[in-house]
C-alpha cells in the first residue's frame, strides 16, 4: 500500500487542483507555462497508467493467464480511449486524431516494443518460445480489423477522403465488437490454452513471479482490493485527459509540430506502462506473456477503439478521418506481413527484432520527413 500511495495522492490532488483552478490555467496560454501545465499532468497521468498496470499484474497473479494479462489490455484501452475523446471532443478540428493514435500506438507496439523486447530477449536467451496458436489467434482477428478500420475507407465510393458514413460507421462498428466479442470468449473459455506459454497449463499461474499455488483461490477481498485500486488509478486519467487535450492542441499549433505527433504522444503515454511490462516479461524469459500484451493491445486497440470513436461523431457530428496516407498503409501493410512471418515459428530470435525495430525507425522518420 505504501507504493501505491504516492501516486494516487499526486494523481488526485492534481484532479483537485484542475477542478479548482483549471478554468483560468487553461486560458491564455504561454508556451512556457503551457510546457510547466503539460509536465505536470504528463507525469500525473504517467503515474497513474504505471500503478493501474502494478494492479491489473496484480490481478494477473491472482486470477493467472490470459485473464490478468486481459485486465491489463482493457484498462490500457480505456484510457486510450479517454484520451483521444478528450481530444476530440476539445480540440476545434481534429478528424485525423483516433486514426493516428491508433496508427501509432500499431507501430509502437508491434515494432517498437516487439523489435526492442525481441532484441533484448534475444541477446539474454537466444531463442524464447511462445504459444503458436495464440499468436495465430491474434493475428486473425488483428489483420482483418486493422484493414477493415483503417484502409478500407479509402476504397469505400460513399465518401471521400477516407470517411466513412454513418451506415458504414455503425455497421462496421457493430461487426467490429461482434468479432472482437467472440474473440474474448474463446480467449477466456474454450481455447483458453491457447494462449498460455508452452511450459504452463491453463490453471498454472505467470512463472517467475509471487503468485498464488494453485491449490489456493484467491480470495474476493483480495481481487475486490485491486479492482478498487485499479478503477482509483483509471478515473483520474480520464478526468485529466480534457485539460491535457487543451494543451496538447495549443503545443502542436504553437510549435507547428505534424498532426500526426499528436496521435503519436497520446500513444506514447498509453502504451508506455504496458510497454514497460511486456519488457519486463521478455527478459524474465516469460515470451507469452508478452505476446499476450503486445498483440493483444493492438486487436483491443482496434476492436474497441473504433467503437466509440465512431460512436463520439455520431453523436457530436465530428468528422473522423480513418483511413491511412498512402506511405502509413505501405508501413502497415509491411508491419503486418513481417508479424505474419516473425510468428510463424515458435521461437524468436535477435533477427525479427531487429526487422520489427527498424521497421519503427523508419515510421519515426517519416512523420518528420514524410
Given at each position: 500500500?505504501?507504493?501505491?500511495?504516492?501516486?494516487?495522492?499526486?494523481?488526485?490532488?492534481?484532479?483537485?487542483?484542475?477542478?479548482?483552478?483549471?478554468?483560468?490555467?487553461?486560458?491564455?496560454?504561454?508556451?512556457?507555462?503551457?510546457?510547466?501545465?503539460?509536465?505536470?499532468?504528463?507525469?500525473?497521468i504517467?503515474?497513474?497508467?504505471?500503478?493501474?498496470?502494478?494492479?491489473?499484474?496484480?490481478?494477473?497473479?491472482?486470477?493467472?493467464?490470459?485473464?490478468?494479462?486481459?485486465?491489463?489490455?482493457?484498462?490500457?484501452?480505456?484510457?486510450?480511449?479517454?484520451?483521444?475523446s478528450?481530444?476530440?471532443?476539445?480540440?476545434?478540428?481534429?478528424?485525423t486524431?483516433?486514426?493516428?493514435?491508433?496508427?501509432?500506438?500499431?507501430?509502437?507496439?508491434?515494432?517498437?516494443?516487439?523489435?526492442?523486447?525481441?532484441?533484448?530477449?534475444?541477446?539474454?536467451?537466444?531463442?524464447?518460445?511462445?504459444?503458436?496458436?495464440?499468436?495465430?489467434?491474434?493475428?486473425?482477428i488483428?489483420?482483418?480489423?486493422?484493414?477493415?478500420?483503417?484502409?478500407?475507407?479509402?476504397?469505400?465510393?460513399?465518401?471521400?477522403?477516407?470517411?466513412?458514413?454513418?451506415?458504414?460507421?455503425?455497421?462496421?462498428?457493430?461487426?467490429?465488437?461482434?468479432?472482437?466479442?467472440?474473440?474474448?470468449?474463446?480467449?477466456?473459455?474454450?481455447?483458453?490454452?491457447?494462449?498460455?506459454?508452452?511450459?504452463?497449463?491453463?490453471?498454472?499461474h505467470?512463472?517467475?513471479?509471487?503468485?498464488?499455488?494453485?491449490?489456493?483461490?484467491?480470495?474476493?477481498?483480495?481481487?475486490?482490493?485491486?479492482?478498487?485500486?485499479?478503477l482509483?488509478?483509471?478515473?483520474?486519467?480520464?478526468?485529466?485527459?480534457?485539460?491535457?487535450?487543451?494543451?496538447?492542441?495549443?503545443?502542436?499549433?504553437?510549435?507547428?509540430?505534424?498532426?500526426?505527433?499528436?496521435?503519436?504522444?497520446?500513444?506514447?503515454?498509453?502504451?508506455?506502462?504496458?510497454?514497460?511490462?511486456?519488457?519486463?516479461?521478455?527478459?524474465?524469459?516469460?515470451?507469452?506473456?508478452?505476446?499476450?500484451?503486445?498483440?493483444?493491445?493492438?486487436?483491443?486497440?482496434?476492436?474497441?477503439?473504433?467503437?466509440?470513436?465512431?460512436?463520439?461523431?455520431?453523436?457530436?457530428?465530428?468528422?473522423?478521418?480513418?483511413?491511412?496516407?498512402?506511405?502509413?498503409?505501405?508501413?502497415?501493410?509491411?508491419?503486418?506481413?513481417?508479424?505474419?512471418?516473425?510468428?510463424?515459428?515458435?521461437?524468436?530470435?535477435?533477427?525479427?527484432?531487429?526487422?520489427?525495430f527498424?521497421?519503427?525507425?523508419?515510421?519515426?522518420?517519416?512523420?518528420?520527413?514524410?
Amino acid at each position: 500500500m505504501i507504493k501505491i500511495l504516492p501516486p494516487l495522492v499526486i494523481s488526485w490532488a492534481t484532479v483537485l487542483a484542475f477542478f479548482l483552478f483549471g478554468s483560468s490555467w487553461l486560458t491564455g496560454f504561454t508556451p512556457l507555462f503551457a510546457f510547466f501545465i503539460f509536465s505536470w499532468l504528463l507525469i500525473a497521468i504517467t503515474f497513474s497508467a504505471l500503478t493501474v498496470v502494478h494492479e491489473a499484474e496484480e490481478l494477473a497473479h491472482l486470477l493467472g493467464e490470459p485473464l490478468g494479462t486481459l485486465i491489463l489490455t482493457l484498462s490500457i484501452v480505456i484510457i486510450e480511449v479517454a484520451l483521444i475523446s478528450a481530444v476530440m471532443l476539445s480540440a476545434t478540428e481534429a478528424p485525423t486524431l483516433a486514426r493516428d493514435t491508433m496508427f501509432a500506438v500499431l507501430m509502437i507496439v508491434l515494432n517498437g516494443v516487439v523489435g526492442i523486447g525481441l532484441l533484448m530477449g534475444g541477446l539474454r536467451h537466444h531463442e524464447q518460445e511462445y504459444n503458436l496458436q495464440g499468436a495465430s489467434a491474434y493475428l486473425a482477428i488483428l489483420i482483418p480489423l486493422t484493414l477493415i478500420a483503417m484502409v478500407l475507407p479509402n476504397f469505400t465510393t460513399s465518401t471521400a477522403d477516407g470517411t466513412l458514413t454513418a451506415f458504414q460507421g455503425v455497421s462496421f462498428s457493430v461487426f467490429t465488437m461482434v468479432l472482437y466479442g467472440l474473440f474474448l470468449f474463446l480467449q477466456t473459455g474454450r481455447h483458453k490454452g491457447f494462449f498460455v506459454g508452452p511450459d504452463l497449463d491453463e490453471n498454472t499461474h505467470v512463472a517467475g513471479t509471487d503468485a498464488l499455488p494453485p491449490d489456493r483461490a484467491p480470495s474476493a477481498s483480495e481481487i475486490g482490493k485491486h479492482v478498487l485500486l485499479l478503477l482509483l488509478n483509471i478515473l483520474p486519467i480520464v478526468i485529466l485527459a480534457k485539460s491535457l487535450a487543451g494543451v496538447l492542441d495549443y503545443s502542436i499549433a504553437a510549435l507547428n509540430a505534424p498532426v500526426a505527433l499528436g496521435g503519436i504522444l497520446i500513444a506514447m503515454v498509453v502504451f508506455t506502462p504496458e510497454g514497460i511490462s511486456a519488457y519486463r516479461a521478455i527478459v524474465s524469459n516469460q515470451l507469452q506473456r508478452a505476446v499476450n500484451l503486445c498483440l493483444g493491445a493492438a486487436a483491443s486497440t482496434i476492436g474497441l477503439t473504433i467503437p466509440a470513436v465512431m460512436a463520439i461523431a455520431l453523436f457530436t457530428g465530428k468528422t473522423v478521418i480513418l483511413g491511412l496516407s498512402n506511405i502509413n498503409m505501405v508501413l502497415l501493410a509491411m508491419t503486418l506481413f513481417v508479424c505474419s512471418i516473425t510468428f510463424s515459428n515458435i521461437r524468436t530470435t535477435m533477427l525479427e527484432g531487429a526487422v520489427h525495430f527498424t521497421i519503427f525507425l523508419v515510421f519515426l522518420t517519416l512523420v518528420f520527413s514524410p
